[in-house]
């Protein structure tokens, strides 16, 4: 068998010097006996096949349809109508957002022009005053479309 030998950079006062020993597959040992892994050509050549042939994206008509049609949702004034608390800011923790205002930032159902299953798909900016805190929080919560009003024509 084949052996390689490298070196990292030369020690400085916190590291030690590593010797990486890598054992390279001999083709002539491995071909004859048909064991052993395959060559790593043909395992790349495969993963590519696979990821080439395999058609895991929906980018039809429909998800062009779907972001026009909440492309003017993005940046309207919202208020949460559902019964909601969020335990995900540090600096108010177990808070109740139902009733408060946002702005809606993002629409996260297509990414990359691919519709993904986006469980929450809107994603509303909220500013909270915390005492203490000389300017408002920003917090950001993902929601469902049923769990919030428009409010305001702007």
């Given amino acids: ?17 590593v010797l990486f020993l890598r054992r390279l597959p001999c083709p002539a040992s491995t071909a004859g006996r ?8 043909s395992r790349l050549r495969t993963a590519r096949q696979v990821s080439l042939t395999s058609d895991v994206s929906s980018s039809s008509p429909d998800v062009a349809e779907e972001e026009a049609e909440h492309a003017p949702k993005v940046g309207k004034r919202v208020r949460v109508t559902a019964p909601l608390r969020v335990y995900h800011v540090v600096k108010a923790p177990d808070l ?8 809606i930032k993002q629409y996260v159902g297509v990414w990359k022009g691919k519709r993904i299953t986006a469980n ?5 900016e909220f500013q909270v005053s915390v005492e203490g805190q000389p300017k408002p929080v920003k917090l950001f919560v993902h929601l469902r479309e ?9």
Avoid: C, H, N, Y
């Fill in 1 to 17: 068998m084949a052996t390689t030998t490298a070196t990292m950079a030369p020690p400085s006062t916190s590291t030690s010097s």
């Fill in 34 to 41: 048909g064991l052993g892994p395959l060559p790593r050509a």
């Fill in 96 to 103: 109740d957002i139902q009733g408060m205002e946002g702005v």
């Fill in 120 to 124: 929450f798909p809107f994603k509303v």
């Fill in 146 to 154: 049923d769990e919030f009003e428009f409010i305001g024509d702007e």
